[in-house]
């Protein structure tokens, strides 16, 4: 085997275990960016803990044979420029990065979403933005989960509180009832 062989190999292991770990994945065709926006997309990445990479279409390919995004439906997609950022805790976060990113018209011009891969699901571009991107993290559904644990507990305070409140009303009430009577 040559060695061009062995990192090409290489390579394409390294793809498919990425695809094989992440939690979601999107592809970008980020034609005309320029090397300042690049960059600073692939900041954002970094910050949010997403892995991305421009990868050769051919590679991609070769990597999603025999797994379940080997259809017709993603490898469309492997056409012109390709670079692809993997999410591995939260499914949404390239997403959202991605949506953030694209929201100055220059940039949502020249940095198209080709499609979207949650559990082996093929998501077309347009559906990454607007159901993706929308999806509360991790951390928000934790928080919601949480709030929904404690709303009994919370109604149970409320309820217990409510005779001696209300005996604390009665009784101002009626010290200002008394003092007016003066």
Known sequence: MSATHAAKQEQIDLIKDRFARATAAVLVDFRGLNVAKTTELRNLFRKAGVEYK?????LIEKAVQGTPLATDKFL?????????????EDPATAAKVLRDFRKDEVV???LA??????????????RVETELATMPGKDEI??????Q???????????????????????????R??????
Request: charged share 20%; aromatic share 6%; hydrophobic share 45%.
């Open 54 to 58: 421009v990868l050769k279409n051919t």
């Open 76 to 88: 469309a997609n492997l056409v012109g420029q390709t670079g692809v950022a993997w999410s591995f």
């Open 108 to 110: 949502a011009a020249r």
């Open 113 to 126: 979403i080709k499609c979207g891969v949650i559990e082996n699901t093929v998501m077309e571009g347009p």
């Open 142 to 147: 934790r928080a919601m989960f949480l709030a």
């Open 149 to 175: 644990l404690l709303a009994p507990a919370q109604a149970l305070v409320r309820q217990l509180n409510a005779p001696g409140q209300n005996l604390s009303y009665v009784l101002d009430a009626r010290r």
């Open 177 to 182: 009832q008394l003092e007016e009577g003066k």
